[in-house]
C-alpha cells in the first residue's frame, strides 16, 4: 500500500482547497428536523471498546478485508464531482455503491448528479445529507451509463431511468452523533461506510476505514476530486480534523 496522503493541522490550505475543484455542503440547511424519518440513532450496543480498535484494524488488514480492498476487487471507481456542488450527494452515492457490493450484489457505477439535481431543481447549489438521503430512499440511484454523474440536465430524468433508479436503493439509514470518534470508529469496524460532513473543509466525504498514523487511529476517506487528489483519491484525517459535523451511514437493507 502506497504512502496515506495525511490532512491535519499542518496541512497547506491550497491542497485542501484546490482551484477548479468544487465542494458544496452546507450545514447550514439543516434545520429542527435532522434526520428524523429519514434515519435511526446508531444503536449504542454497536459501539466497540477502543481497546479492541487496532486489534480489529489488524484484522482486517490480514484478512484483506478492508473497504478499500473490496472497492479495487469489485472495480468501485474514485468519483470526480468536477465543477459541482454536490459533495452532499457524491459521499452518499458510494455509500450506496459499496452498501450493494457488501450484500452480494454486481457492482452498478451511480450517478450522483441522479440523486442531487432533481432535489435542486437542476441548479449546481450545495446541500447536506438529509436531501441525499430522502432521494436516495425514495427513488434511488441512476446508473452513470444513463445518466452522466455530473449531468445537472433534466433530459436524463425520463421514465426509463427512474425505473432503473428503482433498483438501486437503501431504505435504512443510523445518523451518528456529531464529532463522536467512538461511534464513527466503531461503525466502521462493523464494515459500514460513513459520509461525513466537515464545516471545516465545507466539503463532505466518504469515511472508509481505519488506519494508524502516528500511534493514532484514524479514518481513511474517500474523496470526490478524483484519483489525482491525495493516494489515489484517498486521505487519512488526523486530530480535530476528522471529527464530522454531520454523520451518516447505511445499514443494511437493499433494495435491489
Known amino acids: ?36 424519518g429519514v434515519a435511526r440513532p446508531y444503536p449504542d450496543s454497536l459501539l ?4 479492541e480498535w487496532r486489534a480489529r484494524i489488524e484484522e482486517r488488514i490480514a484478512r484483506k478485508a478492508t473497504t478499500r480492498e473490496r472497492m479495487t476487487r469489485a472495480g468501485v ?22 452498501a450493494r457490493i457488501n450484500q452480494g450484489l454486481d457492482h452498478v457505477e ?27 430512499i425514495s427513488h434511488g440511484a441512476v446508473p452513470h451509463s444513463l445518466w452522466p454523474s455530473t449531468a445537472i440536465d433534466p433530459r436524463y430524468d425520463t421514465p426509463a431511468t427512474r425505473a432503473e433508479a428503482a433498483k438501486n436503493k437503501v431504505d435504512e439509514w443510523w445518523v451518528l452523533p456529531n464529532r463522536s470518534k467512538k461511534h464513527l470508529c466503531s461503525a466502521i469496524l462493523r464494515g459500514l461506510t460513513v459520509p461525513i460532513g466537515l464545516n471545516w473543509w465545507g466539503h463532505e466525504v466518504l469515511a472508509v476505514d481505519l488506519v494508524i498514523v502516528d500511534g493514532e487511529v484514524c ?19 488526523q486530530g480535530g480534523k476528522m471529527l464530522p459535523d454531520d454523520c451518516v451511514a447505511p445499514c443494511s437493507s437493499i433494495i435491489a
Open 110 to 136: 451511480l450517478s450522483p448528479a441522479s440523486v442531487g439535481a432533481p432535489m435542486k431543481n437542476y441548479r449546481n447549489v450545495g446541500g447536506w445529507g438529509r436531501e441525499a438521503l430522502e432521494r436516495i
Open 1 to 36: 500500500m502506497s504512502k496515506p496522503y495525511v490532512i491535519n493541522d499542518e496541512t497547506n490550505n491550497d491542497e485542501l482547497f484546490p482551484a477548479g475543484l468544487a465542494r458544496g455542503l452546507d450545514l447550514g440547511l439543516r434545520d429542527d428536523r435532522g434526520y428524523e
Open 48 to 51: 466497540i471498546p477502543e481497546s
Open 219 to 237: 479514518p481513511l476517506i474517500l474523496n470526490s476530486w478524483d484519483v489525482t487528489w491525495g493516494d489515489q483519491g484517498f486521505g487519512v484525517l
Open 77 to 98: 471507481k474514485v468519483k470526480n464531482q468536477a465543477r459541482t456542488n454536490f459533495c452532499w450527494v457524491f459521499a452518499p452515492t458510494s455509500a450506496l455503491e459499496i
